[in-house]
């Protein structure tokens, strides 16, 4: 059974540094992984999809490497600012995925709060 | 374009009672899945529609809940007889459906439930 995990489940930053989010993930037969991002009250946003065969993917302050063999995926947001705040979730899409890739398997999320 | 909206955004019902939610996917996606996020629990999976078929509705919890999607546009998800543990928040989404796993998921922005 596959078992998403996030670490830390909050992270509080100043305004600048960079934030580094990490997502394991218990079984690598994955089709491919999602971050999203949600606002309190809001819905998800996917930020950045990365397909089991890809190493990371790029999308301007951000950068998500995934590790399938290990496991793991790192989100990486440069230059943080007090509009990163907010709720980080990732999610894993089930392999084989006819169909199916948006069953997604989500972590717990990691609470951001970038101080100004 | 529209996105996925959900309606309503917050409910606040009996124990016993009946509630029922509503998705409107974005036009011209197939795909349709049901999630919901109880208090203090990962965002989890319910069921996926293609067009007006169930696809998949393994993470449905027992019977009290029944989804449709008639014509294969907007979809229903009804709790009968809503229960204390039902509440939480029931998010929609939508994707197309072209064979690709690279589709973009998009996401409403919930329904909020509230059961006393």
Same mark, same amino acid.
């Given at each position: 059974?596959?078992? $998403?995990?996030?670490?830390?489940?909050?992270?509080? $930053?100043?305004?600048?540094?960079?934030?580094?989010?990490?997502?394991?993930?218990?079984? =690598?037969?994955?089709?491919? &992984?999602?971050?999203?991002?949600?606002?309190? @009250?809001? @819905?998800?946003?996917?930020?950045?999809?990365?397909? =089991?065969?890809?190493?990371?993917?790029?999308?301007?302050?951000?950068?998500?490497? &995934?590790?399938? =063999?290990?496991?793991?995926?790192?989100?990486?947001?440069?230059?943080?600012?007090? @509009?990163?705040?907010?709720?980080?979730?990732?999610?894993?899409?089930?392999?084989?995925?006819?169909?199916?890739?948006?069953?997604?398997?989500?972590?717990? @999320?990691?609470?951001?709060? $970038?101080?100004? | !374009?529209?996105?996925?909206?959900?309606?309503?955004?917050?409910?606040?019902?009996?124990?016993?009672?009946?509630?029922?939610? +509503?998705? /409107?996917?974005?036009?011209?996606?197939?795909?349709?899945?049901?999630? +919901? +996020?109880?208090?203090?629990? #990962?965002?989890?999976?319910?069921?996926?529609?293609?067009?007006?078929?169930?696809?998949?509705?393994?993470?449905?919890?027992?019977?009290?809940?029944?989804? #449709?999607?008639?014509?294969?546009?907007?979809? %229903?998800?009804?709790?009968?007889?809503? !229960?204390?543990? /039902?509440?939480?928040?029931?998010?929609?989404?939508?994707?197309?459906?072209?064979?690709?796993?690279?589709?973009?998921?998009?996401?409403? #922005?919930?329904?909020?439930? %509230?059961?006393?």
């Amino acid at each position: 059974k596959q078992e $998403v995990t996030q670490i830390p489940a909050a992270l509080s $930053v100043p305004e600048g540094e960079n934030l580094v989010l990490n997502c394991s993930f218990t079984d =690598s037969a994955i089709y491919n &992984l999602q971050w999203f991002r949600q606002d309190p @009250g809001k @819905g998800l946003t996917s930020l950045l999809l990365i397909q =089991s065969s890809q190493r990371e993917q790029t999308s301007g302050r951000l950068n998500a490497s &995934l590790d399938k =063999s290990s496991g793991r995926s790192t989100l990486y947001i440069a230059a943080s600012q007090p @509009g990163d705040s907010a709720t980080y979730l990732c999610a894993v899409s089930p392999y084989p995925a006819t169909d199916s890739w948006g069953k997604l398997q989500f972590g717990a @999320g990691t609470q951001v709060v $970038v101080t100004p | !374009e529209a996105g996925v909206t959900q309606f309503p955004s917050h409910s606040v019902i009996e124990k016993g009672q009946t509630v029922t939610l +509503r998705c /409107d996917p974005i036009s011209g996606h197939d795909n349709l899945y049901w999630y +919901r +996020r109880v208090m203090g629990k #990962e965002i989890k999976f319910l069921l996926h529609f293609v067009k007006e078929s169930k696809q998949d509705e393994s993470g449905m919890p027992n019977n009290r809940f029944l989804a #449709e999607r008639t014509g294969g546009t907007y979809s %229903t998800l009804k709790v009968q007889p809503a !229960e204390l543990e /039902d509440s939480g928040v029931y998010f929609c989404a939508s994707s197309r459906r072209t064979g690709s796993s690279g589709n973009t998921i998009y996401f409403g #922005e919930g329904s909020w439930l %509230t059961v006393v």
